[in-house]
């Protein structure tokens, strides 16, 4: 119980942060906007084939996006060596890997209420307010499945000039399952699931979430430990 | 029965060294610091002083030798150690965007402790930012950041305290409201360790002093006569 009210502080305490420094969550969903507008300009004005990728185009901005979001998280708790001071608490890292990832989530959740709607309009899809509902779900479960690998790598780069150039490179291979998993089961929102192949994609996706969560729990002390 | 039955050590080390790729900067340091005793650890830059609070405060492990906290083993019982220290170090932990308070409120919660609003803003009152309770801390001058990181000391109620440079930074009303805690810790039973350059005053209100040299122990006795073989090995 007492790791719980400690995650809970430490999301509060990242949310927190994060809205006093907005600029980054703004930085990040212009970033994502653009994307979304560079990738319509690359299949150029064909409708159909605009709505075929919106899928592919809406989970890969939502992958950028949060490369950048989760790099920055890292180097708000290096700063000042803040994340040696909670190390001091006699907190367990596996809650300090809970608190991030939650706050992480959040973040990208955050990102969900504007994507989506310019994605819809620029690549000429329109859908009814159930199937949103069912994008906007999607949405979670991909955010939960990057940001539970994504908050690990960060902290294992945090500590290197390099990181904005290693994490994604870490990064954008371990995530493939969910990658796939969200385009597939984004595109059958899209453009309907006539052969009910939601489930199974639904499924791995979070199989594969739980698996991340459990994974990078475990292994997040080691990445947070100096050098030994 | 033996000592560690009765009270045991609050550091204990034997041999202990820390080695970063081929150097070692630390080696062979044996140490023995009772409740309650304050002892000073003095040195030239490099000599090893940051090294040692930090092995001792469990974010390095020892590349040789062993080291007890309280008769504990930091590498096996990390959580029980974590309660028994408090280390202030060079950087402050603190967070640009929280104010003064919330950081107190943050380090609170995680701490288990539920401590009231009004136990918090005496806390700041103790060190003057009281008014500037819901300032942010990016708005903090040097001094103002360390006397919220000293706050540590007292929110944590520690058993062993571990101060790296305590004195700097701070205005002389900081240093001699540290000064003033340092001795307090000492009523109370709470071991100080701290490393400091400011050896006027240090050697005033440590029991004890360590000479490091090279990460290595050059000399150790009462504190008092520190500055004199210093002036020797000059």
Redesign the interface.
Not at chain 1, 79 to 82: F, S, T, V
Not at chain 2, 91 to 98: G, K, P, T
């Given at each position: 119980m007492?790791a719980l009210?400690?995650i809970a502080?430490?999301v509060r305490?990242d949310l927190?942060?994060e809205w006093?420094?907005r600029a980054r969550l703004f930085s990040v969903l212009l970033f994502g906007a653009v994307t979304l507008l560079l990738f319509s300009f690359a299949v150029g004005p064909d409708s159909l084939a605009l709505r075929a990728a919106a899928a592919g185009f809406l989970v890969l901005a939502l992958l950028l996006s949060s490369t950048m979001g989760l790099s920055e998280s890292f180097r708000?708790e290096q700063?000042?060596?803040?994340l040696?001071?909670?190390?001091?608490?006699?907190?367990?890292p596996v809650a300090l890997f809970y608190g991030k990832a939650l706050a992480n989530t959040v973040f990208l959740l955050l990102l969900a209420p504007i994507l989506i709607p310019v994605a819809l309009v620029l690549y000429a899809v329109e859908l009814e307010a159930a199937r949103i509902l069912g994008l906007l779900g999607l949405w979670a479960l991909a955010a939960a499945g990057l940001s539970a690998p994504g908050t690990l790598y960060a902290a294992m780069t945090s500590r290197l000039q390099s990181q904005d150039v290693l994490l994604p490179l870490l990064l954008f291979p371990l995530v493939v399952p969910v990658l796939m998993a969200s385009v597939k089961s984004a595109d059958l929102i899209l453009t309907g699931d006539p052969m009910a192949q939601m489930r199974s994609w639904l499924v791995l996706l979070i199989g594969f979430d739980v698996i991340y969560w459990s994974l990078c729990g475990v292994l997040f002390p080691y990445a947070v430990q100096?050098?030994? | 029965m033996t000592r560690d039955d009765a009270r045991p050590l609050a550091v204990r080390t034997l041999g202990l060294g820390r080695r970063?790729g081929r150097h070692w900067a630390l080696a062979h340091v044996d140490l023995a610091v009772e409740p309650g005793e304050i002892l000073l650890l003095a040195g030239p830059n490099g000599s090893g002083k940051t090294t040692l609070l930090?092995l001792l405060?469990?974010?390095?492990?020892p590349s040789a030798g062993s080291l007890a906290i309280f008769g504990l083993d930091p590498a096996k019982e990390r959580?029980a150690c974590?309660?028994a220290l408090?280390?202030v170090?060079h950087?402050?932990?603190?967070?640009?965007?929280?104010t003064a308070y919330?950081t107190l409120a943050?380090?609170a919660?995680?701490?288990?402790r539920p401590a009231g609003e009004d136990e918090l803003v005496g806390l700041l009152a103790e060190v003057e930012l009281a008014e500037r309770r819901d300032l942010?801390v990016k708005g903090f001058s040097a001094g103002m950041?360390k006397r919220l990181t000293l706050l540590?000391t007292r929110l944590?109620r520690p058993r062993l305290v571990l101060l790296d440079e305590p004195f700097s930074a701070l205005d002389p009303g900081g240093r001699r409201m540290v000064e003033g805690w340092i001795e307090r810790f000492r009523d109370e039973g709470i071991a100080v360790l701290m490393a400091s350059h400011a050896l006027e005053r240090t050697t005033r209100i440590a029991d004890r002093a360590l000479l490091l040299e090279r990460g290595q122990i050059a000399w150790q006795g009462a504190a008092a006569e520190l500055p004199a073989r210093m002036e020797r090995s000059r």
């Open positions: 007492r009210g400690q502080t430490l305490k927190l942060v006093r420094g708000v700063e000042q060596r803040a040696e001071g909670l190390l001091l608490l006699p907190v367990e100096e050098a030994q | 970063f930090r405060a469990g974010l390095y492990r959580l974590r309660r408090t280390l170090s950087d402050s932990y603190l967070y640009d965007r929280l919330e943050v380090w919660r995680l701490l288990g942010q950041r540590r944590e």
